[in-house]
């Protein structure tokens, strides 16, 4: 069974750099697209990007001047830095796997809420 | 900038049966845009239904069915259960990109 468990600090200050890792378990990092979703407090969900077992990316536009989405595959796990933070980039940030055939959103972290703030 | 146009709110009897829609700001949506649906309850990570438009996830009660119909990603809910109660989201596949819809609120009452 595939799990995705997200880690990283639950505070940044404003200007600094979010920086957040998804652990892979269950199977190996290959054969899909690893991406990153948040969630605004009390508001819907926002795609941010992904990056595909052969290391290419995509990014959501409005985000795309400040994301980087990368791979570690030989500790099974993803990585992403949102740059230039504001109190807007408060949410709570999952990851998941997306099935490169099927594009389906089977797998998610549990999701991890990262406040920004001073 | 593309825009997903869900129903920001619906209300549906128990047993009764709802039908929610998911538009494309582009236009007509397509198998191409590989719509999933899912929902999310207070507290909760988001629950996958439905992906590639028409395909139920393993764990997916059959009572949940995605379809296409006029132009927009559909999901029909029959025979709602008061557990059914949540937001719905849709997400539509933009050739690299992807883009959630605003979410509906369905009230079971």
Same mark, same amino acid.
């Given at each position: =069974?595939?799990?995705? =468990?997200?880690?990283?600090?639950?505070?940044?200050?404003?200007?600094?750099?979010?920086?957040?890792?998804?652990?892979?378990?269950?199977?190996?990092?290959?054969? $899909?697209?690893?991406?990153?979703?948040?969630?605004?407090?009390?508001?819907?969900?926002?795609?941010?990007? $992904?990056? $595909?077992?052969?290391?290419?990316?995509?990014?959501?536009?409005?985000?795309?001047?400040?994301?980087?989405? +990368?791979?570690?595959?030989?500790?099974?796990? #993803?990585?992403?830095?949102?740059?230039?933070?504001?109190?807007?980039?408060?949410?709570?940030?999952?990851?998941?796997?997306?099935?490169?055939?099927?594009?389906? #959103?089977?797998?998610?972290?549990?999701?991890?809420?990262?406040?920004? +703030? +001073? | 900038?593309?825009?997903?146009?869900?129903?920001?709110?619906? !209300?549906? &009897?128990? *047993?009764?049966?709802?039908?929610?829609?998911?538009? &494309?700001? !582009?236009?007509?949506?397509?198998? @191409?845009?590989?719509?999933?649906?899912?929902? /999310?309850?207070? *507290? /909760?990570?988001?629950?996958?239904?439905?992906?590639?438009?028409?395909?139920?996830?393993?764990?997916?009660?059959?009572?949940?069915? @995605?379809? %296409?119909?006029? @132009?927009?990603?559909? %999901?029909?809910?029959?025979?709602? /259960?008061?557990?059914?109660?949540?937001?719905?989201?849709?997400?539509?596949?933009?050739?690299?990109?992807?883009?959630?819809?605003?979410?509906?609120?369905? !009230?079971?009452?």
């Amino acid at each position: =069974q595939v799990q995705l =468990q997200e880690s990283g600090p639950g505070l940044v200050k404003p200007s600094e750099t979010l920086s957040l890792t998804c652990i892979v378990s269950g199977g190996p990092i290959s054969n $899909h697209y690893w991406t990153w979703i948040r969630q605004t407090p009390g508001k819907g969900l926002e795609w941010i990007g $992904h990056i $595909h077992y052969r290391e290419s990316t995509s990014y959501n536009p409005s985000l795309r001047s400040r994301v980087t989405i +990368s791979l570690d595959t030989a500790k099974n796990q #993803f990585s992403v830095q949102l740059t230039s933070v504001t109190a807007a980039d408060t949410a709570v940030y999952y990851c998941a796997r997306v099935g490169g055939a099927t594009r389906d #959103f089977a797998y998610w972290g549990q999701g991890t809420l990262v406040t920004v +703030s +001073s | 900038q593309i825009v997903v146009t869900q129903e920001p709110s619906v !209300t549906v &009897s128990p *047993g009764g049966t709802v039908t929610l829609t998911c538009a &494309s700001s !582009t236009g007509a949506v397509t198998s @191409g845009n590989y719509p999933n649906w899912f929902h /999310q309850k207070p *507290g /909760q990570a988001p629950m996958p239904l439905i992906f590639s438009m028409t395909y139920r996830h393993s764990w997916t009660p059959a009572r949940f069915s @995605g379809s %296409l119909l006029g @132009g927009k990603a559909a %999901l029909t809910l029959s025979g709602v /259960q008061p557990e059914d109660e949540a937001v719905y989201y849709c997400l539509l596949y933009y050739g690299g990109a992807w883009v959630f819809g605003g979410g509906t609120k369905l !009230t079971v009452l």
